[in-house]
């Protein structure tokens, strides 16, 4: 059975940092791809950042680029999403995700993947 656990969430400053974990357990794949998602109140569930677990290649939505870096320990089966320059419009339920195989190109579409997190708040004031 595999979980995702997200922590890290809570409320920061704008111009503030925050740094997200999602540890996972039981997933059995040779190579996949996890990413980080985000839903705002009243808005669609989007694609903020994700990373294949074998090369480690990355993609960004381009809102976060520069700001966030998404990065994986596989010793500790463990996803980060580190987030900087932190604005209101960040706030959201972060969620991290996994897929079930490598998705390239495909990385930030959210129909993609298989499993799913709870999800952890982070909220910007200004």
């Known amino acids: 059975q595999v979980q995702l656990v997200e922590s890290g969430g809570g409320s920061v400053q704008a111009g503030g940092s925050l740094r997200l974990s999602c540890t996972a357990s039981?997933?059995?794949?040779?190579?996949?791809?996890m990413g980080w998602f985000r839903q705002a109140p009243g808005k669609e569930r989007e694609g903020v950042a994700g990373?294949?677990?074998?090369?480690?290649?990355?993609d960004y939505a381009d809102s976060v680029k520069g700001r966030f870096t998404i990065s994986l320990d596989n010793a500790k089966n463990t996803l980060y999403l580190q987030m900087n320059s932190l604005k209101p419009e960040d706030t959201a339920m972060y969620y991290c995700?996994?897929?079930?195989?490598?998705?390239?190109?495909?990385?930030?579409?959210?129909?993609?993947?298989?499993?799913w997190g709870q999800g952890t708040q982070v909220t910007v004031s200004s």
């Open positions: 995700a996994a897929a079930s195989t490598r998705l390239w190109a495909w990385v930030l579409m959210e129909r993609a993947y298989r499993y």
């Open positions: 990373i294949d677990t074998v090369g480690g290649s990355t």
């Open positions: 039981g997933l059995t794949y040779s190579s996949y791809s």
